[in-house]
């Protein structure tokens, strides 16, 4: 449980709103329009600008061979599989909706954290977590009496957050001698080419040129999600302890949903305002330094 630095505050607020705004983004992109081909069109624009971005800062791309099979498992189970689902997801659920269910990643990763990797959480950081669970359980109200009629996506949604739970904690305990950026490079290559693939094996039929507004959806995707939000995630995530880097961009779904709601006219009804207030008490649950400990 440390305090954040000046650095880490401000990469988290970037984060908060680029991640935040892009729920109703990736609403109009995929509405009318195929989701895994407008994922990886957007891949394939973030991508090439990544590996740019970290040449021109002198960053290397070389990864030992005897770790590739740990980088394409980090790949898995960071982005292929969570990008795959939450994109089939938003085209079944609300934008606000989906990312609720996807932001219930730190729950996850505190169970998986204390069960399978010998975390020892204090007792305020469980209650954070309880906090945030209420808080989604909240916003989820008006979705569980519609859950009879989409339940796929709903699955969807919570299978993606769980895996990425995984790839959280596996982050921070891989031993691959490269920097993370390069990591995340390759990751991001990897979800691109697999991503393509599904693409043109279950949506070739309806592929279409895309519409303004969406052209408009994947270019923010490509710019600020891969080619950047993502590094931002990845070191943050690398560098803080688990519950910290998950409850910490716990806002991230509660501007998605009030973001949907004034561009995309989503009704909000009161779980969503106490949600809110939940969601904020996790997170200083987690972020509020604690009191240091004087000797006699």
């Not at 669970?133 to 109200?141: N, P, R, S, T």
């Not at 409850?247 to 561009?263: E, N």
């Amino acid at each position: 449980m440390q305090a954040l630095t000046t650095r880490q505050v401000l990469m988290l607020v970037a984060l908060t709103i680029v991640w935040g705004l892009n729920w109703p983004v990736m609403k109009v992109g995929v509405t009318g329009y195929p989701p895994l081909t407008f994922r990886a069109l957007s891949l394939w624009i973030g991508t090439p600008l990544l590996g740019l971005g970290l040449l021109a800062l002198r960053i290397p791309l070389r990864v030992p061979r005897p770790y590739w099979g740990a980088l394409f498992w980090l790949g898995v189970t960071n982005m292929f599989v969570w990008h795959a689902l939450m994109v089939l997801a938003v085209q079944a659920l609300s934008s606000g909706r989906a990312a609720i269910l996807g932001y219930s990643m730190p729950i996850f990763s505190a169970v998986i954290g204390a069960l399978f990797f010998g975390e020892r959480l204090r007792a305020r950081a469980w209650g954070g977590v309880a906090a945030a669970a209420l808080g989604v359980l909240l916003l989820l109200w008006h979705e569980l009496s519609n859950m009879a009629g989409r339940p796929v996506g709903v699955l969807l949604a919570l299978a993606g957050a769980a895996t990425w739970a995984v790839g959280t904690q596996k982050m921070r305990r891989h031993t691959i001698p490269v920097p993370t950026p390069t990591i995340v490079f390759w990751m991001t290559a990897m979800s691109m080419l697999i991503m393509t693939a599904l693409s043109a094996t279950f949506e070739h039929a309806r592929w279409a040129a895309p519409t303004p507004p969406v052209w408009g959806a994947i270019l923010y995707n490509g710019l600020l999600i891969f080619a950047v939000a993502q590094v931002v995630w990845f070191t943050l995530a690398r560098a803080l302890p688990p519950v910290a880097s998950s409850l910490s961009v716990m806002l991230i779904p509660i501007l998605g949903v009030f973001s949907g709601a004034w561009w995309l006219g989503e009704a909000l009804h009161w779980q969503d305002w106490a949600a809110m207030g939940l969601m904020v008490l996790a997170i200083a649950s987690v972020l509020w330094p604690q009191r240091p400990v004087t000797t006699p």
